[in-house]
């Protein structure tokens, strides 16, 4: 069975139901800022912006796992647009503001290669990307005059934003059986993102590796590609 990659904008903000496995890296600091990635594996269609962005501002992160950490390629595998996804969330704050659409990502693997813009090159907008904080004319977090985004566009000046970026997930495509022993030869494979704002960066692996022990049946008919996958503005549908 031929294995092909292929890249796609994901037309749907992202849940945080039946949560399967989260990634955090290590956050960067520099100056008056800090910057961070968290993966989670959640279904493909659903919409959990709002969800994963609350739970990043409020500092819940107990559950996540470490940067390298290991994710089977069973846990991320989608038909037609069904199915799940490990999205690489972000966390970042700023004590100079700034706007969702400056902030840049790059995300790299063997298999699809190398991709690299700004959110702003993607149409990003608070409703399916997260929450965006304005801390306000005293620059203080937490006080009466700050202005909390949930909806809008990306121009807004913030100091905080905390919501979904890229993504990637394995294209159903024939048989699970066939599908696994196609890409089996070829995992592990690490994907890379990393986000930045100015001076500040952070960087993210995960590693795609075969199920362990491998399954006798899954949910879905197979898989055939590997998508990278970046929320975008336009809902409920997919476009290469």
């Keep these: 069975m031929k ?46 912006a709002q969800t994963i962005g609350n739970q990043l501002r409020n500092g819940d992160t107990s559950s996540f796992l470490t940067n390298n950490s290991s994710v089977s390629i069973s846990q991320i595998l989608n038909n037609g647009g069904v199915g799940n996804v490990l999205v690489y969330a972000i966390a970042l704050t700023r ?9 840049g990502w790059s995300d790299t693997n063997k298999y699809a290669g190398a991709s690299s813009g700004t959110f702003g090159d993607l149409g990003l907008t608070y409703d399916i990307f997260g929450i965006g904080i304005y801390y306000g004319s005293d620059g203080i977090p937490g006080n009466a005059d700050d ?7 990306a121009n807004s000046l913030v100091n905080a934003i905390y919501g979904i970026g890229t993504g990637i997930t394995f294209d159903v ?57 970046i929320a975008s503005q336009r809902r409920k549908s997919f476009r290469k």
């Design 147 to 153: 202005v909390i985004y949930t909806t809008g566009n």
């Design 173 to 229: 495509n024939g048989t699970v059986a066939s599908t696994l022993a196609a890409w089996k030869p070829l995992l592990p494979e690490t994907d890379t993102v990393s986000y930045s704002l100015g001076q500040l960066s952070t960087t993210m692996n995960a590693n795609i590796v075969n199920p362990v022990p491998e399954p006798s049946t899954l949910v879905l008919a197979g898989i055939g590609g590997l998508t990278i996958l």
């Design 3 to 48: 294995t092909t990659t292929t890249r796609r904008f994901i037309t749907a903000a992202l849940s945080c139901v039946a949560l399967v496995i989260t990634l955090v890296s290590p956050s960067s600091s520099q100056g008056q800022g800090t910057i961070g990635i968290y993966g989670t594996v959640t279904d493909i269609n659903r919409s959990g």
């Design 95 to 103: 004590s100079t503001t700034f706007t969702l659409s400056q902030v």
